[in-house]
């Protein structure tokens, strides 16, 4: 069983400015990671990510769908030893079949495309840096499609698929891989949506726990949990009550 204790790490946080991002920045300073670069799209929140902790708070300038910004934090954070794929976007309001195929595209560009980019760019230097370890923020929706958003759910299926990869071939060099299937999280993505929902927080300490105690997928909070017994006991029956979910939000949008 592969672990890594992220205390002492020198991590790289995707979407790092807000939401589960800056959570998981927040609690690597506490878990006593040793210097997190702290991903980006926007200089503008530098200053604001520094304030977390000058010493150990290195603001960088990364759009995953850009290779030159990923190339350029590479040569920069060479001695990196835990990525923390948590950027991404989700487009709601899309159907597969009806909208032209734009927002299918942003969504697999920036959750699959961009985790995959920059995790290439990345996984010789975990591997000489002893191995390390990888966190893919995957979602609920990407093992039964959420018909709510199914241009989302299906770039996180794909997520979920290159996370079994990565697992197999970097784990030959010593790299741990966990992929994490949050359900609703409190955060600007899940504003719309009218479900109980996990804290940011929550996400991002299960996730390292996980990395440190072996555990290969987590699935965090209640509705994650029971989404994962039913995916285990019956996944034909999840996928009629999730689409029978959808209908019902959907009637009840209409009326
Ligand atoms: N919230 C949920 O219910 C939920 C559930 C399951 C999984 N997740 C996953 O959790 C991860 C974090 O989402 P969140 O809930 O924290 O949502 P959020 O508050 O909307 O944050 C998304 C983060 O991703 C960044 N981002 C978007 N596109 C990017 C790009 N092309 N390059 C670099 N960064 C980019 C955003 O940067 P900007 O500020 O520049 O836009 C922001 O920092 C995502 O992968 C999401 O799919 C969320």
Excluded: C, W
Aim: hydrophobic share 45%; charged share 20%; aromatic share 6%.
């Amino acid at each position: 069983m592969s672990t890594f204790n992220p205390a002492g790490s020198v991590a790289l946080v995707t979407g790092a400015n807000r939401g589960i991002g800056r959570a998981f920045v927040k609690i690597l300073l506490d878990r006593g990671s040793a210097k997190i670069y702290a991903g980006a799209r926007s200089t503008d929140s530098f200053d604001d990510l520094r304030a977390l902790d000058p010493e150990r708070v290195i603001p960088v300038q990364i759009d995953v769908t850009d290779a030159g910004q990923i190339a350029a934090v590479a040569a920069q954070a060479g001695d990196i030893d835990l990525l923390i794929n948590n950027a991404g976007q989700a487009q709601f309001a899309a159907a597969l079949i009806d909208d032209d195929l734009a927002a299918a595209r942003a969504d697999m560009e920036v959750n699959y495309f961009g985790t995959l980019r920059v995790t290439r760019a990345f996984a010789g230097i975990l591997g000489s840096n002893g191995g390390g370890g990888i966190i893919n923020i995957a979602s609920i929706a990407g093992v039964q499609n959420f018909p709510l958003a199914p241009t989302y759910s299906a770039s996180k299926a794909a997520l979920h698929s290159a996370t079994q990869a990565f697992r197999f071939e970097l784990g030959q060099q010593g790299t741990t891989v966990v992929g994490v299937y949050p359900g609703p999280v409190d955060t600007d993505m899940a504003a719309g949506l009218e479900f109980d929902k996990d804290s940011p927080e929550h996400i991002a300490t299960s996730s390292l726990d996980a990395l440190a105690d072996g555990t290969e997928d987590v699935y965090p909070g209640e509705m994650s949990s029971s989404f994962e017994q039913a995916l285990r006991q019956d996944p034909k029956q999840l996928e009629r009550d999730v689409t029978e979910m959808a209908r019902g939000v959907l009637e009840a949008a209409a009326n």
